[in-house]
């Protein structure tokens, strides 16, 4: 990768490089389509593939559900269940993809007959996962059959006791496993070490979120009972109207928009703009959104509501906004949750404080491990994010109890894979519980374990994080004039979408330019009026930049100087008229 405008160290101390091929879209020749060409080239998309990656479709991504293991045991076993009438309880993990994983299954077993129910364990008062006392009594209760979603992989003795209970456990997860898997009727897991680790195999689904696993054991199990005949005087259930749902899950839970999670999110967003969903529907009002959700949108405005429940207030409230026939219902849920995500973000504030001085102290080692008594352990995954981004490394923030127990969320960065340290810790002993993916992870400790535990983390991952910082450069692909930066341009790239982890979102540079007007806007956002040699003006807005590099010297820039910025452009369309913005990463001095 070249190195652009010749910016080796930029305001905030980094190196600027196009993400792949070198070229200046102020060429009398450039048009949309080339850059769209080049925004799917450059993010690993084959040339044979352009046409399939421009419209990304389910057919063409769509995997045969049975190379995964266990996927056809499960698909039977539940379309025993249908065929029986028995009691199924779908037992799911109270964020994001696990709401909507549960969800699609209720609807799933719905549309087949089957009313199956939802249960989503406390955060505070049960932690993650099946416990082997919540499935005991599922079965006590009268439930014939347990489907665990986005949770299970690990839980060996929560399975055990339901085992010896004598009820059937289906686990449907994503989550990283051990070597050895824990006893269950079926466990369907991209992620099982003995999947195929061929082209075509199973593993190569890896990156799906648990939502996107349970689409395909929906997509299993219809199979199954269109073979048993089921479907010879009712019509099939159109699995496809669910994926809404599924665009949700798997943009919420970060995992990476490529290959099928590229069709799921972009067909589901056609799917979630006729707001069949009642649900959705709501959530979307009271979300104040008067347009058709964005993938951004999933992740920034839809999402957190949903996690809200979770995270400060009821668990299983986003599965019932997500199941409900009620639209009163709906509107009443998607209010709470609206109201809960503001109560969030207050508790969030007061714990990113906190965490934020004490991750100050450790900011050298590879790893930030930082933890606190009284912590809400509803808000520290997010601010474990916040952490991440900050200090460009690992960071993991751990809510201690009056007795010394901890739980904990940790959030990791490009090429570090944190949820196989995590499973090492637990194997090490240094863990009561620990387990996610290459990004993200969660786990139970105690406190006299902390020390030993952030020097193991030190210990196997300095070497990655390192790796990580010293490649790490601002990615860019396309240089205008501030002229160039307009909604048709928007337009244009929207075309390479749908954007997100592993599918980055382009990035621009623009300039040279000078600052008009700069101000503080908000929460410590900074606005700036910028202008070009080319006599055209834009808005630029650097989010929670006020007091770094990049906000002191948009603030203090001398007028005679000038300045390449560099960052995603966005629609404003609060005025008369659509207009394009530019949301700041970094500048660079021009002269």
């Known amino acids: 990768m070249n190195t652009v405008l010749n ?32 925004l799917l080239l450059s993010r690993g998309c084959p040339r044979d593939d352009l046409a399939a990656h421009k419209a990304p479709s389910i057919r063409s991504f769509m995997p045969d559900p049975s190379i995964f293991r266990d996927m056809d045991r499960a698909a039977e076993r539940l379309a025993d269940a249908i065929a029986a009438k028995e009691s199924v309880t779908v037992f799911g993990d109270y964020d994001v993809d696990g709401a909507t994983s549960a969800a699609l299954m209720i609807l799933v077993l719905r549309d087949l007959g089957l009313e199956a129910k939802a249960y989503i364990p406390d955060r505070l008062m049960e932690g993650y996962g099946p416990s082997g006392a919540a499935l005991v009594r599922l079965k006590e209760e009268g439930a014939d059959l347990i489907v665990t979603v986005d949770c299970g992989a690990q839980a060996f003795e929560a399975l055990d006791q339901a085992r010896d209970a004598g009820v059937d456990v289906i686990v449907v997860d994503h989550h990283k496993c051990a070597l050895t898997l824990p006893y269950a009727h079926a466990l369907v897991n991209p992620n099982r070490l003995d999947e195929d680790q061929g082209e075509g195999g199973g593993a190569a689904h890896g990156h799906l979120a648990a939502v996107g696993v349970a689409f395909l054991l929906g997509a299993a199990l219809i199979r199954v009972l269109r073979g048993r005949g089921a479907f010879t005087d009712t019509p099939e259930p159109r699995l496809l109207d669910l994926l809404d749902i599924v665009a949700l899950g798997t943009v919420a839970d970060v995992a990476q928009l490529r290959g099928l999670n590229r069709a799921f999110v972009a067909q589901g967003l056609k799917v979630m703009a006729q707001r069949r969903n009642i649900g959705l529907n709501a959530l979307i009002s009271a979300s104040r959104l008067t347009r058709a959700p964005t993938a951004t949108d999933l992740g920034f405005a839809l999402g957190p509501r949903i996690n809200a429940g979770g995270r400060v207030g009821k668990s299983d409230l986003g599965v019932r906004l997500l199941t409900t026939r009620d639209p009163q219902e709906a509107a009443a849920i998607a209010a709470e949750l609206d109201a809960l995500n503001e109560e969030r973000r207050a508790i969030e504030g007061m714990v990113q404080e906190a965490a934020e001085a004490l991750a100050a102290v450790a900011k050298e080692r590879a790893v930030l491990v930082v933890a606190g008594r009284g912590w809400h352990a509803g808000v520290i995954g997010i601010v474990a994010g916040r952490l991440k981004e900050k200090y460009g490394r690992p960071a993991i923030v751990i809510a201690l109890d009056e007795s010394g127990v901890g739980k904990g969320s940790g959030r990791s960065v490009s090429g570090v894979d944190l949820g196989a340290a995590i499973l090492s810790a637990k194997d090490g002993g240094l863990l009561v519980a620990g387990g996610g993916h290459a990004m993200a992870a969660g786990l139970t400790i105690a406190e006299d374990q902390l020390a030993a535990f952030g020097d193991f983390l030190e210990s196997r991952l300095a070497e990655p994080v390192a790796r990580s910082i ?122």
Do not use: C
């Open 470 to 591: 010293g490649d790490r450069a601002l990615l860019l692909d396309a240089l205008l004039a501030p002229g160039g930066v307009t909604p048709a341009l928007v337009e244009a790239m929207d075309q390479g979408g749908p954007y997100g982890m592993g599918w980055p979102q382009p990035r621009i540079v623009t300039g040279p330019v000078r600052i008009i007007k700069a101000d503080i806007v908000g929460n410590g956002h900074v606005r700036a009026i910028i202008a070009g040699d080319d006599g055209r003006s834009l808005k630029a807005v650097a989010f929670r930049q006020a007091e770094t590099l990049l906000g002191t010297a948009l603030l203090g820039a001398p007028p005679h100087r000038r300045l390449w910025l560099a960052g995603r452009v966005k629609i404003d369309d609060w005025g008369a008229k659509p207009a394009a913005e530019l949301h700041l990463d970094d500048a660079a001095w021009a002269d």
């Open 7 to 38: 910016i080796t160290k930029s305001i905030l101390g980094q190196p600027w490089r196009w993400r792949a091929l070198e070229t200046d879209t102020r060429d009398p020749g450039f048009a949309p389509d080339d850059l769209v060409t080049q």
